[in-house]
């Protein structure tokens, strides 16, 4: 069942010799978890060029997603797709951004409409004010036009912002008339970031007091002394413990709370199969989006160095199938 009534656009795929290992590859990821198996035809459909083969991947992969339920995993993917898809279908490829849905939470990781939109903004640059027109906000080249920023503020997610996209924001009313810069300053006020227990703010490697929404109004304070220096009165009681605040702006890095280290885990006791399928249960089995992207990452990566150290998953008696999936990824990888 498709994921919120949403409609995913499955298209024929023309008659072409598939290549030997997909077969494989999809009995493989057919035993994984729904978001796993999105993830490895995903990462299949990376290593090939063939319009077809890659078009079947893809739109698999959107289906497995779909059966998540998670609206998060469904941006990501669908951003993948637009990004996959660009050459092969760039029809299909600019529907796929047009349906990915926008910031929905503050704790998403992307505006995934504006994230896909992105990937095609890449080899045609004119689609940056149709990205805007269909609602997506986070597009780094709209931000360079300031004709189009009065639609891109009306998309500011709100409360919903993060960091990066009030920094985009305030980039882009460097270029506009104060008054709309004003605008701009007041919507970025409303952005909340995520509580002090999901993420952290870091300033090198001092900790902000106040996390995401610190590291927010301070940048909304260097952008106000900078380019509203008349207008400082106007926001004083939000700034007022900011005072001593510098005006250089520093590099600002946010972190879960809880960082995961799952790859090292898997790393830890080397091609051990009992080892890996206790860790992989224990860590991947049900997940929030977050942590489906860490258990997707560290099985590519203990694939990987297993793989290189000539281990075998049938002959170590490697259970899991995700780390399976991966495995013949890597094999696949070398061959090519």
């Known amino acids: ?51 077809p083969t890659r078009l079947r991947l893809v739109q698999q992969g959107l289906l497995a997603a779909s059966a998540a339920r998670l609206e998060e995993a469904r941006g990501f993917y669908l951003a993948a797709a637009a990004d996959l ?52 906000f986070h597009v780094s080249a709209a931000a360079e036009k300031p004709e189009l920023f009065p639609l891109l503020l009306a998309n500011f997610p709100g409360e919903r912002a993060r960091l990066e996209d009030v920094e985009l924001l305030l980039r882009a009313a460097e270029g506009v008339a104060p008054a709309l810069a004003i605008e701009a300053v007041t919507a970025a006020l409303t952005a909340r970031g995520t509580p002090e227990d999901y993420e ?22 260097q952008f106000v002394r900078q380019f509203l220096p008349d207008q400082g009165s106007r926001w004083a009681a939000e700034f007022d413990d900011l005072a001593g605040m510098p005006a250089e702006r520093p590099a600002i890095r946010i972190e879960r709370t809880e960082r995961g280290d799952l790859a090292e885990r898997l790393l830890a006791k080397g091609p051990n199969a009992e080892y890996l399928d206790a860790v992989m249960r224990g ?3 049900a997940t929030d989006f977050a942590r489906h992207r860490e258990c997707a990452e560290a099985a590519a990566r203990a694939a990987e160095v297993f793989s290189r150290q000539k281990a075998r998953p049938d002959e170590m008696g490697l259970r899991n199938a995700s780390l399976r999936a991966r495995w013949l990824l890597e094999e696949i990888a070398a061959e090519r």
């Open 1 to 51: 069942m498709l994921l919120r009534g949403a409609a995913f656009l499955i298209v024929a795929i023309a008659n072409a010799a598939p290549p030997d290992w997909l077969p494989r590859l999809e009995q493989a990821a057919v035993l994984e978890t729904p978001l796993m198996r999105a993830d490895t035809l995903f990462s299949a459909a990376e290593l090939v060029t063939d319009g």
């Open 85 to 136: 898809l660009a050459e092969v279908d760039p029809v299909l490829s600019q529907r796929y951004a047009a349906e990915a849905p926008v910031r929905q939470a503050a704790a998403w990781q992307a505006d995934y409409r504006g994230r896909a939109f992105g990937f095609l903004i890449r080899r045609r640059p004119e689609l940056a004010e149709e990205a805007i027109r269909a609602g997506a």
């Open 200 to 221: 952290q703010a870091w300033i090198g490697e001092v900790r902000l007091a106040g996390g995401m929404r610190q590291a927010m109004r301070i940048r909304i304070l």
């Open 283 to 285: 860590s991947c089995v």
